[in-house]
């Protein structure tokens, strides 16, 4: 009988310890079958979020330009939203170190908007668009040049202020 229970006893407990084998075997393939699934995921590049940022710059020069204050702290926030991204996406950048230069200007634009001055956010404007092209230098992007927008980049936007009916 004790010989009985002995075999018993070491058979259930090398099964407890196959079954957590085999568990832990089958569980290991999953996170690197996953692992493997999120390395080939999409991933926005630098170059994409500064693509973006470059339209919501030309697109915040218009609105500003036409008092559209509400488009313009719209713009704003797209910007501010791709310069929290980047770090997060592109954190192997060396270039995202330079990030924080563009905030100073971010907010003196905000504070334009938010006063609704024209003058104000003009000056802002030329601020901002002049630590873009200062942090390209910094970078060594330098050949990146950006202006103040001449036309639109986008003709099916009307860049007005509308109020409501």
Same mark, same amino acid.
């Not at 192997?92 to 504070?111: F, G, T, W």
């Not at 404007?125 to 942090?135: E, G, Q, S, W």
């Given at each position: 009988?004790?010989?009985?229970?002995?075999?018993? =006893?070491?058979?259930?407990?090398?099964?407890?310890?196959?079954?957590?084998?085999?568990?832990?075997?089958?569980?290991?393939?999953?996170?690197?079958?996953?692992?493997?699934?999120?390395?080939?995921?999409?991933?926005?590049?630098?170059?994409?979020?500064?693509?973006?940022?470059?339209?919501?710059?030309?697109?915040?020069?218009?609105?500003?330009?036409?008092?559209?204050?509400?488009?313009?702290?719209?713009?704003?926030?797209?910007?501010?939203?791709?310069?929290?991204?980047?770090?997060?996406?592109?954190?192997?950048?060396?270039?995202?170190?330079?990030?924080?230069?563009?905030?100073?200007?971010?907010?003196?634009?905000?504070?334009?908007?938010?006063?609704?001055?024209?003058?104000?956010?003009?000056?802002?404007?030329?601020?901002?668009?002049?630590?873009?092209?200062?942090?390209?230098?910094?970078?060594?992007?330098?050949?990146?040049?950006?202006?103040?927008?001449?036309?639109?980049?986008?003709?099916?936007?009307? =860049?007005?202020?509308?109020?409501?009916?």
């Amino acid at each position: 009988m004790k010989v009985m229970l002995l075999f018993l =006893f070491t058979t259930l407990v090398f099964s407890c310890n196959h079954s957590t084998a085999d568990q832990t075997q089958a569980l290991q393939k999953r996170i690197d079958s996953l692992e493997n699934k999120l390395a080939k995921t999409y991933r926005p590049g630098l170059g994409e979020f500064m693509s973006s940022i470059q339209i919501h710059h030309a697109k915040l020069w218009f609105a500003g330009e036409n008092q559209n204050w509400q488009l313009a702290d719209f713009e704003t926030g797209e910007i501010k939203e791709a310069l929290e991204d980047i770090p997060v996406y592109c954190a192997e950048r060396p270039e995202v170190q330079k990030l924080v230069m563009i905030n100073p200007a971010i907010d003196s634009i905000s504070k334009a908007i938010g006063a609704k001055n024209s003058q104000q956010f003009k000056s802002s404007f030329v601020l901002l668009t002049a630590t873009c092209n200062n942090c390209h230098r910094a970078t060594n992007h330098e050949f990146n040049v950006i202006k103040i927008p001449a036309v639109p980049p986008f003709s099916n936007q009307d =860049f007005k202020a509308h109020v409501p009916d």
